[in-house]
């Protein structure tokens, strides 16, 4: 995946403190995997996320979802 020069520098950052062994995750315990420390990489430099034309990640959306699902209340 194509990065923009600022996301590279990010990257570098942050693999730069895994491997100096202060790279800390969310809740504060340090990073000992180094797929970890990409996954944090990417995050943090925005690179992490692939949008496809309109939305957010992942949502399931469409008329075919939508009508396949039965409104609460209904046998």
């Known amino acids: 995946m194509a990065q923009t020069k600022k996301q590279q520098n990010k990257i570098d950052t942050v ?35 692939k949008m496809n034309s309109g939305g957010m990640c992942g949502r399931p959306t469409g008329q075919g979802y939508r009508l396949s699902r039965k409104p609460k209340g209904m046998a």
């Open 15 to 49: 693999m730069g403190e895994f491997k100096d062994g202060t790279l800390k995750s969310g809740s504060g315990n340090k990073v000992t995997s180094k797929d970890q420390a990409i996954a944090i990489a990417l995050s943090e430099a925005g690179a992490a996320r």
